[in-house]
């Protein structure tokens, strides 16, 4: 932040102390307030602006193929760093970058495993961090797939690699975590619809505080909470239907009854596929939805769902990149516009092992390294994902 600052530049060719020991008459060297011209005067002028810019994206999991994909069999160990090598510029450049982190890592305690019970290496989490991510979201329906012990070491997991997390906790009801840049704070809020039906390998008061589930009036008691204290209010939540392109009842109902109660943006996660994006007015306000954003990263695609409605959209992701503006004088803050950089979830074979790497589509589409039938993917990727997102205009 500039400060205001004024400097009086005053050039004397002689110092006060050698003048007091001459004989020179001083009389005419005293300089008066009024004497002062503008030009002496140089102002820096205070920014009237700060600016905020958040990434998010959808679905992270980690299936049987990839893990395969990761691990080296000289070292024991996985490394999944290059899979998000692709997007990695994108999430640096953000001020805070948020994802949905499907899985557990509960350790070396239980062994690693994917669907229909997910549990990751620690590495994961590693590599997120790596390749730039703030937040997790770590309220969905696998957030119980390894049970206590899997709640609890993928907050420490996360913890070690220097992120926040929203959507479980480990001892107390976390209902929100606060980030600020630039003079702007966001408030973080995480919810999900259920847990596969693990719900009883917690207690029940377990239950109440470990993970956020989706309950309206706790979500109105939590988003007024979080109102008084930030600038905006971000929701996370996992809901809708999977594999379905459109938002349910149940998501648009919510989302409107959320927005009433003061949330700014709402960010959707579980269908698998994208659903629509919407920019909207509310107590004058204006307010931004994205019902869901696919998946970020997953083995899921057309080959190996081939009885699973669109099956070709689980391919497609999305990061959805809001910029927020804070006028310093009124404090008042907007959305000032939403972007957005469709992703591909590449796979390929390569020394015989198969490889993954999230492709901002827009980066690679007119790519000649890659294949034309890959190109073409990429084309019907952008123009099927783009169709669904609302053109945003620029609010001032």
Same mark, same amino acid.
């Given at each position: 932040?500039?400060?205001?600052?004024?400097?009086?530049?005053?050039?004397?060719?002689?110092?006060?102390?050698?003048?007091?020991?001459?004989?020179?008459?001083?009389?005419?060297?005293?300089?008066?307030?009024?004497?002062?011209?503008?030009?002496?005067?140089?102002?820096?002028?205070?920014?009237?602006?700060?600016?905020?810019?958040?990434?998010?994206?959808?679905?992270?999991?980690?299936?049987?193929?990839?893990?395969?994909?990761?691990?080296?069999?000289?070292?024991?160990?996985?490394?999944?760093?290059?899979?998000?090598?692709?997007?990695?510029?994108?999430?640096?450049?953000?001020?805070?970058?948020?994802?949905?982190?499907?899985?557990?890592?509960?350790?070396?305690?239980?062994?690693?495993?994917?669907?229909?019970?997910?549990?990751?290496?620690?590495?994961?989490?590693?590599?997120?961090?790596?390749?730039?991510?703030?937040?997790?979201?770590?309220?969905?329906?696998?957030?119980?797939?390894?049970?206590?012990?899997?709640?609890?070491?993928?907050?420490?997991?996360?913890?070690?690699?220097?992120?926040?997390?929203?959507?479980?906790?480990?001892?107390?009801?976390?209902?929100?975590?606060?980030?600020?840049?630039?003079?702007?704070?966001?408030?973080?809020?995480?919810?999900?619809?259920?847990?596969?039906?693990?719900?009883?390998?917690?207690?029940?008061?377990?239950?109440?505080?470990?993970? &956020?589930?989706?309950? *309206?009036?706790? /979500?109105?008691?939590? #988003?007024?909470?979080? +109102? @008084?204290?930030?600038?905006?209010? !971000?929701?996370?939540?996992?809901?809708?239907?999977?594999?379905?392109?459109?938002?349910?009842?149940?998501?648009?109902?919510?989302?409107?009854?959320?927005?009433?109660?003061?949330?700014?943006?709402?960010?959707?996660?579980?269908?698998?596929?994208?659903?629509?994006?919407?920019?909207?007015?509310?107590?004058?306000?204006?307010?931004?939805?994205?019902?869901?954003?696919?998946?970020?990263?997953?083995?899921?695609?057309?080959?190996?769902?081939?009885?699973?409605?669109? &099956?070709?959209?689980? *391919?497609?992701? /999305?990061?959805?990149? #809001?910029?927020?503006? +804070? @006028?310093?004088?009124?404090?008042? !803050?907007?959305?000032?516009?939403?972007?957005?950089?469709?992703?591909?979830?590449?796979?390929?074979?390569?020394?015989?092992?198969?490889?993954?790497?999230?492709?901002?589509?827009?980066?690679?589409?007119?790519?000649?390294?890659?294949?034309?039938?890959?190109?073409?993917?990429?084309?019907?990727?952008?123009?099927?994902?783009?169709?669904?997102?609302?053109?945003?205009?620029?609010?001032?």
């Amino acid at each position: 932040m500039k400060k205001l600052t004024v400097i009086i530049m005053l050039l004397l060719s002689i110092s006060f102390g050698l003048l007091a020991c001459s004989d020179i008459d001083n009389s005419g060297n005293d300089i008066k307030k009024d004497d002062i011209k503008k030009d002496d005067i140089v102002v820096e002028e205070k920014d009237e602006y700060s600016k905020l810019s958040l990434y998010a994206t959808g679905d992270i999991m980690f299936h049987g193929s990839q893990l395969k994909s990761a691990y080296n069999n000289s070292t024991g160990e996985y490394d999944f760093k290059e899979v998000f090598e692709p997007v990695k510029r994108h999430l640096e450049n953000a001020d805070i970058a948020i994802g949905n982190f499907e899985t557990t890592t509960a350790g070396d305690s239980l062994p690693i495993s994917s669907y229909p019970s997910f549990n990751s290496p620690d590495s994961t989490v590693s590599a997120l961090k790596y390749a730039g991510f703030d937040i997790l979201s770590t309220a969905n329906n696998h957030s119980l797939d390894t049970g206590k012990i899997g709640v609890v070491n993928t907050i420490n997991n996360i913890e070690k690699n220097d992120m926040d997390y929203i959507g479980t906790s480990k001892e107390d009801y976390k209902p929100f975590i606060l980030k600020e840049e630039n003079e702007i704070v966001l408030s973080f809020l995480s919810y999900t619809y259920g847990l596969n039906g693990n719900d009883s390998r917690l207690s029940k008061e377990e239950l109440e505080y470990m993970i &956020n589930l989706i309950d *309206e009036e706790k /979500i109105e008691e939590d #988003i007024k909470r979080a +109102k @008084n204290v930030s600038d905006k209010v !971000v929701v996370f939540i996992h809901w809708g239907d999977e594999y379905s392109r459109s938002p349910s009842e149940f998501q648009m109902t919510l989302a409107d009854k959320m927005f009433s109660f003061g949330a700014d943006v709402i960010l959707g996660s579980h269908p698998h596929v994208i659903q629509r994006s919407e920019m909207i007015k509310k107590d004058g306000e204006d307010k931004f939805i994205i019902y869901s954003m696919g998946n970020f990263i997953s083995n899921q695609r057309r080959e190996t769902l081939p009885n699973v409605r669109n &099956n070709i959209y689980t *391919e497609d992701g /999305i990061m959805v990149n #809001i910029n927020f503006k +804070k @006028n310093l004088k009124t404090e008042e !803050v907007i959305i000032e516009d939403v972007n957005y950089l469709p992703t591909w979830v590449y796979k390929y074979a390569e020394n015989g092992r198969n490889k993954y790497e999230i492709l901002p589509v827009a980066d690679f589409v007119n790519d000649e390294k890659l294949s034309v039938d890959i190109r073409k993917r990429l084309k019907n990727s952008f123009n099927q994902t783009m169709e669904l997102m609302e053109k945003v205009e620029i609010v001032e």
